[in-house]
């Protein structure tokens, strides 16, 4: 992030993550003014909109259905956008990324690792 661009956030579903999103973004010292929500956007710009992203993000909290049953379509789409992708590490994310070569994978529910992998997903491009 090189100041002059917006760190995007996009925040299709449910948007009352938008407040969490602010916190986190205080607590690691993001400047709110460079963040950006963008609502739901039509099927057809949603490949647009996955490769101007620096890192896509499935954040899936461990359950017995997110661990076992969620097929990971996202993932998926951002694996051909060519996207770097960090995500939960869940059996269904893991079956297809590989930590460090094809994605980063994070413990469930901790965020500071989720933060920290974000900041250095730019490792896999």
């Known amino acids: 992030m090189n100041?002059?661009?917006?760190?995007?956030l996009c925040v299709g579903e449910p948007t009352d993550a938008v407040a969490a999103c602010l916190d986190l973004a205080r607590y690691i010292g993001v400047p709110l003014h460079l963040l950006k929500f963008v609502d739901r956007v039509p099927d057809s710009e949603v490949?647009?909109?996955?490769?101007v992203y620096d890192v896509v993000?499935?954040?899936?909290q461990w359950t017995e259905f997110s661990a076992y049953f969620i097929s990971p379509l996202k993932l998926f789409e951002y694996m051909a956008a060519g996207a770097p992708v960090v995500a939960t590490d869940l059996p269904s994310p893991r079956e297809i990324l590989l930590h460090g070569k094809n994605g980063v994978l994070v413990e469930p529910g901790n965020v500071m690792a989720l933060a920290d992998a974000i900041c250095n997903?730019?490792?896999l491009v």
């Open 3 to 8: 100041g002059a661009e917006p760190l995007l």
């Open 57 to 60: 993000t499935i954040p899936w």
């Open 47 to 51: 490949p647009y909109w996955i490769r």
């Open 121 to 123: 997903c730019n490792l």
